[in-house]
């Protein structure tokens, strides 16, 4: 069963910009571009994409909170814009680890008041809101103000919201954002049993490729407006099976020379650059079939024309390496 | 029905634990009527202690009304739970006013209180009591006509990105028309008249004539009922097209 249908998603925004006292520019942005989507109950979903990829849109859309100017979306079978206070029951939101809330209330009372704003009352209250501080592991910080917790324990905070009325569906904008690595884990882990043994169908953006890894069961890549693929990690990372990644570590002060020069070389692409601070890691794609020969001529042009090699390694596609290839072939 | 009642409650609840958490915000709670009280003597001194009373009570809470509906937007944009609360069953604009019902009721109490050992130290101890009861009723009763009108002023808040320009004039013109600051009596014919379509006037009248005894009391109550019901209805329906707006516009998150 369908628990989230996107069909040609489409929003425009006019940004003004001004130009002089009493004179504005109008620019219409188009932020989708006929998004459609669908999402299976149960099934965690991770839309990626680069800032202003259209992600955040979308997910404000989905969220009941952004009217699309055209197209149509359902969860499980509720129209968002026509009946949008029954889909607001049944999802949960959560849009921003750091905000989104009073910083005068205390964890619990914050929690309890937005309850209160859900309907919820009395022991029903109390249980919802004790079971929410335990699953996010929040007990012992639930009297303190909010703004008094940290970065980590507001972002589970903002979770533990989005669960306080039960919701079938989750939508989460960016859920470990900020977060340091072993917070970001817990919360990781967090979703991924909430899809598995509470049935929990989640719809989350992130920019972290590990992340996607770890938790989606399949993930959307969302470019300029448009989803350019949707596919499990692994039916992802078979569209670049052709392809081989070899990375090389190049000093910094010579890099950018010796990558105009593999730039030259036609049977590779240099797919991307990490800058470090002694070497820069190169990543370059190349035909699986002619790999060997790709390495052994890239290596004899770069000691050719006199470049030194810190480090060389050939590795299977990762998902950050599809992304590349989908994205940055636009 | 219901969602309204968990609404007054949520509004009740914050407000409480707010003030268990914040005595620096009770403490200037308990100070304002005292402001209060001095601005309406310096401008009239020929009122008696009671008048002052409750004239300083009428001054604030019709302050707050406008101030607090938009100050409570503003406070849930600038901390980012503006999108949580329109995403609650209720609509945004429900909301912003009934969680801020028990606020006004339960600030006004603390004022009424703060000032109340004045009355009695100079009044007996019934008069006294009564003059307090007499002036939260009429106060409670004073956020009726404000409602609709502060409801559409929290959503111009919400539209304009220019938070203050609205707060810094909507008041006091408001305050200045139903004579809360100065006699209707002593302005301009057509300010008179304008004044006279603003149900906070007539309410203003009616607490006057209450107070000093006078006949045509339950008249102005009405007037100020009727014009309630006009401009809350009139403010309902325009704050509902801008949060149509908003929402068409993403200015909820």
Known sequence: MLAIVARELRKSYVVRTRKGLLTWEKKVVEALKGVSLTVKKGEILGVLGHSGAGKSTFVKILATLLLPDSGEAEILGLDLVRERDEVRRIIGVSLSVEKGFFPRLTARENLKYFGMLYGLSGRELDRRVKEALEALSLQKHADKMYEELSLGMKARLSIARALLHDPEVLILDEPTLGLDPVTARRVRALLVNLARSQGKTILLTTHNMAEAEAVCDRVAIMSEGRIIAVDSVEGLRRRVSGTVFLELRLPSWESSQAISLLKRMPEVTVSAVHKGAQADRVLISAPLSGADEALINILRALRSSGYKVRGVSLREPTLEDVFIELVGAR | ?253
Do not use: C
């Open chain 2, 1 to 253: 029905m219901r969602k309204e009642l968990n609404l007054l409650k949520a509004g009740a609840y914050y407000e409480v634990k707010l003030l268990k958490n914040s005595p620096g915000v009770l403490a200037l709670l308990v100070l304002r009527p005292y402001v209060a009280l001095l601005l309406t003597y310096s401008l009239d001194r020929s009122g008696t202690l009671s008048s002052y009373f409750l004239q300083s009570l009428s001054l604030l809470a019709s302050i707050d009304a406008v101030w607090d509906i938009a100050g409570l937007a503003l406070l849930a944009r600038w901390t980012g739970s503006l999108p949580y609360l329109s995403l609650t069953p209720s609509s945004l604009s429900s909301v912003l006013v009934l969680t801020y019902v028990p606020r006004y009721v339960i600030e006004s109490l603390l004022k009424a209180l703060a000032l109340s050992p004045l009355l009695f130290l100079e009044l007996a101890a019934p008069e006294a009591l009564k003059i307090v009861l007499l002036s939260l009723f009429l106060v409670t009763l004073g956020l009726l006509p404000l409602l609709g009108f502060s409801m559409l002023v929290a959503s111009a808040t919400l539209a304009v990105k220019e938070d203050a320009l609205w707060l810094e004039w909507v008041t006091p013109v408001l305050l200045l028309l139903a004579g809360v600051l100065y006699p209707v009596s002593l302005l301009p014919g057509w300010v008179r008249a304008l004044s006279s379509a603003i149900p906070l006037t007539h309410l203003m009248e009616a607490s006057a004539a209450l107070l000093s005894g006078r006949e045509g009391w339950a008249a102005s109550l009405a007037a100020a009922l009727a014009l309630s019901a006009v401009h809350n209805a009139a403010g309902g329906l325009l704050s509902t097209r801008v949060e149509r707006r908003l929402f068409k516009q993403g200015g909820l998150t």
